[in-house]
């Protein structure tokens, strides 16, 4: 769950190139590490390598110590769940992004990570009562150099 500045040091390019180039970054990036990448930003970017989607949930409250380890965590319980790493890292994203934006109610000002936290339960039940490992998304992309 790296941010900008934590995957160019992965990646050993800069925070610009990036920022740049979003979508392919994740991609390549997740390639590189063979793993699943989810790159923490607007928006969020999460690829397998294979498949990318974007999830554009979240507010500037996630920008702070500690979120990206209720982020960590909420990804690492979907993933024991359904065994899909690229289903639980867009739908985590979604979900923490989605409570930031219920605890903040179009404000950033103080609001706590812990606001979040307690928002969480909000944020589930606006998806319906079953939940199912497929988030909201605006779209998925082709494999990094794939022109299909």
């Known amino acids: ?3 900008t500045v934590e995957a160019h040091r992965l990646a050993g390019t800069t925070a610009a190139d990036i920022d740049a180039g979003r979508f392919e970054a994740a991609a390549l990036l997740a390639k590189r590490v063979n793993a699943t990448v989810l ?3 607007v928006p969020t970017v999460v690829s397998d390598g294979t498949r990318t989607q974007v999830v554009a949930s979240g507010t500037p409250i996630l920008a702070t ?6 982020l960590g965590g909420i990804v690492a319980t979907l993933l024991a769940q359904t065994g899909d790493a690229l289903a639980s890292a867009a739908a985590g994203a979604w979900v923490h992004g989605h409570a930031a934006e219920l605890a903040g109610r179009g404000d950033i000002r103080g609001v706590s990570l812990d606001d979040v936290m307690m928002a969480l339960r909000y944020a589930w039940r606006a ?5 199912t490992p497929q988030p909201p998304v605006i779209a998925e992309l082709p494999a990094a150099g794939d022109r299909s």
């Open 65 to 70: 110590g500690g979120s990206g380890d209720l």
């Open 1 to 3: 769950t790296p941010h």
């Open 39 to 41: 790159l923490k930003g």
């Open 127 to 131: 998806e319906g009562s079953a939940w």
